[in-house]
């Protein structure tokens, strides 16, 4: 029987689960909103009867035996040695939390399941599931850059995550790409995630709107009530050809060129994989982003230079989260 594991993509707003095997990818997979309200204390008993109802549902399908543990993906500061979370986002009430151990303690005594439990940053996992089972599955060395609500990335050196000394390397949406500009992300001007996530491209939509002397058709695809507007109008806008929602989207990718030129030039990773519910403008935004690569790179440092989108979508968290109780891979 193949190895298997449970991937645990813990966010703000919900928790997915899925039972994952080594070979074979989700086997079955679980979703429920996140109880924020109750605190650390009541998420970790909630991520406990979760694991304990998909360990239970998939032994019956796959057996016991050959379980390897559970991963879980957190976002925030990770201490992945210690197990310690550090100011999670979107999750109230939480500072600093040794949520490895509490979540191992809960199995165990609630649960009566000895369980190892393994932690991580939430953007490394979505990283290390798009090196295992993803579009990262050929690259040695790549950048997963995820672009929603906010800019994330995780960085995979040598098949492995790379953490950096204090476990925040990656955190490429705090990189400074206009330090006087007018853009502001948690207190910090200038920043890639200022500048195209996903209330930054709304923003810019509208100014461009707003300066447009022909208008723009995407109104019509929120009812002209552009508090409604949204990223996947201005997609199916660009895509009808609308010229304001063309030029929002070139400009998008010319600023992740930017940011991604500045990788290449600090790091030489030259394989960038694009995942998030913004890539989903898919080409709209890739395309600008590799002519701004080749524009903005010097010629020495291009060569090699690839970016692909994610395979894995929203499930790449679960699946990274599960691959990391099987170990790095090869």
């Known amino acids: 029987m193949s190895r298997w594991a449970i991937g ?48 239970r549902e998939a032994s019956m399908i796959v057996g ?19 197990g310690i979370l550090s100011y999670p986002p979107n999750l109230p009430g939480w500072t600093i939390y040794p949520l490895r151990d509490e979540l191992q303690k809960c199995l165990r005594e609630k649960h009566e399941l000895l369980i190892p439990v393994f932690l991580d940053n939430d953007a490394n996992v979505a990283a290390f599931g798009e090196a295992v089972y993803g579009a990262g599955r050929e690259y040695r060395d790549f950048l997963m850059v995820t672009l929603g609500t906010g800019v994330g ?3 995979v050196l040598e ?28 207190g910090i001007r200038g920043t890639l995630e200022s500048l195209i996530g996903k209330k930054a491209i709304i923003a810019l939509a509208l100014r461009m709107i707003d300066a447009s ?44 060129g930017v940011g991604l030129v500045n990788v290449v030039a600090l790091m030489d990773i030259r394989k960038f994989v694009i ?35 994610a395979l ?16 790095e891979p090869s």
């Open 8 to 55: 645990i993509d813990l966010g703000g707003t919900a928790i997915k689960a899925a039972a994952v095997g080594l070979g074979s990818g989700i086997l079955i997979e679980s979703r429920a909103p996140t109880d924020t309200a109750s605190g650390p204390v009541g998420i970790v008993g909630q991520l406990a009867t979760i694991i304990a109802d998909l360990y």
């Open 312 to 327: 894995l979508g929203n499930k790449a968290g679960m699946n990274g989260a599960a691959a990391l109780c099987f170990g």
């Open 64 to 82: 016991p035996d050959d379980f390897a543990g559970v991963g879980v993906g957190a976002p925030g500061a990770v201490d992945s040695g210690k």
């Open 153 to 155: 990335g995780g960085i």
């Open 159 to 186: 098949r492995k995550i790379y953490r950096g000394a204090h476990g925040t390397a990656g955190e490429v949406g705090f990189m400074i790409l206009d330090f006087e500009g007018p853009t502001v992300h948690a």
């Open 213 to 256: 002397s022909s208008g723009s058709s995407v109104g019509k695809l929120c009812d002209n009530d552009y508090t409604r507007l949204s990223p996947r109008h201005l997609e199916q806008a660009a895509l009808a050809g609308d010229e304001v929602s063309l030029a929002l989207w070139q400009r998008v990718g010319s600023i992740l």
């Open 275 to 309: 995942g998030g519910g913004i890539a989903g403008a898919g080409e709209l935004v890739f395309a600008s982003a590799r002519v701004q690569l080749k524009r903005s790179i010097h010629p020495s440092m291009y060569e090699g230079v690839e970016l692909v989108p």
